[in-house]
């Protein structure tokens, strides 16, 4: 039987280093725990270090053997490290330091995969779930899309509804620069136009985005503290009030707090440090890459919720479907 030895190698944060196999190998593009074939003579560990070496210039110390399978006729030996250099790759196509939970979200190779999967369920569970809003816990889009079409046809811009959602998905105000643009009229004009038909619909009319209430429910039972995040007014806690969710959040942030739009992480950093929230226990909600990535500037693990898979290229960490998938993501 060949044996193979695999390292779950840690930095100095506890992250676990995946690597990805070049063009023209086995499992081309996949992830793997980096490591390599047995040599006569050697045991799991010394072959360990010398593959680390010739593939990565990688040194490590203190090994230990955490698990052993079998699969194809290959016997692996993944042997838990500790990093004291950063790797250089010279076979793998790309390499990255990952909190255990992020493992979940890159497609490995059969044999790593259910490793991957352990290590990331075996972190500690999130103990804290910051949310945005629009998209993500209100279904908002029908009615911001339809304002926005509605606002740009007031300035003689015909836009169709699906590249108004578009624009929309990627942040309001961008939007609005890339509709004026091209229209070549006022970006300020077409805000205020599309705020104002927007609020002819009553933020308490909204409806929840399927999952929301259940989920929101269950980690709240769970003692898990909700917090939101979200650049709209105090109209929105209007509505998880109507809901009857309001009750769930431990804390919020508003446009009347004044912080910087997503993703410059500020409105988070407030909420982590007047809650006493540990970031490397709390997520980010989100279905924006922008989201994501203020819960990440932060500190905290972040998930996309993108249902159309209108973001997959984006490099997003972990990613849903729906809702209810995030407590078992997250590790309750």
């Known amino acids: 039987m060949i044996e193979v030895s695999a390292g779950i190698i840690r930095d100095g944060a506890g992250r676990i280093l995946a690597c990805r196999r070049g063009e023209g190998r086995r499992n081309a593009h996949l992830w793997e725990f980096p490591g390599g ?10 072959c360990l270090r010398r ?13 230990r053997t955490v698990h052993v399978s079998e699969a194809e006729g290959i016997r692996f030996t993944f042997l838990t490290c500790r990093a004291v250099s950063d790797p250089v790759p010279t076979e793998h196509e790309a390499v990255r ?3 255990p939970r992020e493992l979940q979200a890159l497609p490995f190779c059969p044999a790593d995969a259910p490793v991957a999967r352990a290590l990331a369920l075996r972190e500690p569970p999130a103990e804290a779930f910051f949310w945005d809003y629009d998209g993500t816990l209100l279904d ?13 046809g007031e300035q003689g811009h015909v836009i169709s509804p699906e590249d108004a959602l578009s624009l929309l998905k990627r942040s309001l105000r961008e939007a609005v620069a890339a509709a004026s643009a091209e229209a070549g009229t006022d970006a300020e004009r077409l805000y205020r136009d599309f705020r104002r038909i927007e609020a002819l619909t009553p933020a308490e009319a909204l409806p929840l985005i ?6 929101l429910t269950a980690l709240h039972a769970a003692g898990r503290r909700h917090f939101l995040v979200t650049h709209r007014d105090r109209a929105a806690l209007r509505a998880l009030e109507a809901h009857g969710l309001l009750g769930l959040f431990t804390g ?22 007047v809650h006493g929230v540990s970031p490397d226990r709390a997520v980010m909600i989100g279905d924006r890459p922008l989201d994501v990535e203020a819960g990440r500037r932060a500190g905290l693990t972040g998930i996309l919720l993108d249902p159309e ?24």
């Open 51 to 63: 593959e680390l070496e010739e593939e990565l210039s990688l040194r490590v110390e203190d090994l």
């Open 140 to 152: 908002t889009y029908p009615v911001m899309t339809d304002a926005f079409v509605r606002a740009c």
């Open 252 to 273: 919020w942030v508003t446009e009347e707090d004044g912080f910087p739009r997503k993703p410059d992480p500020a409105s988070v950093l407030h909420l982590v440090r």
């Open 210 to 215: 399927p999952g929301v209430r259940e989920t």
């Open 97 to 99: 330091f990952c909190r």
């Open 309 to 332: 898979g209108r973001f997959s290229g984006a490099d997003c960490g972990l990613t849903v479907r729906a809702i209810p998938e995030i407590p078992a993501l997250t590790g309750l």
């Open 37 to 46: 074939k047995r040599e006569a003579g050697e045991d799991a560990a010394a």
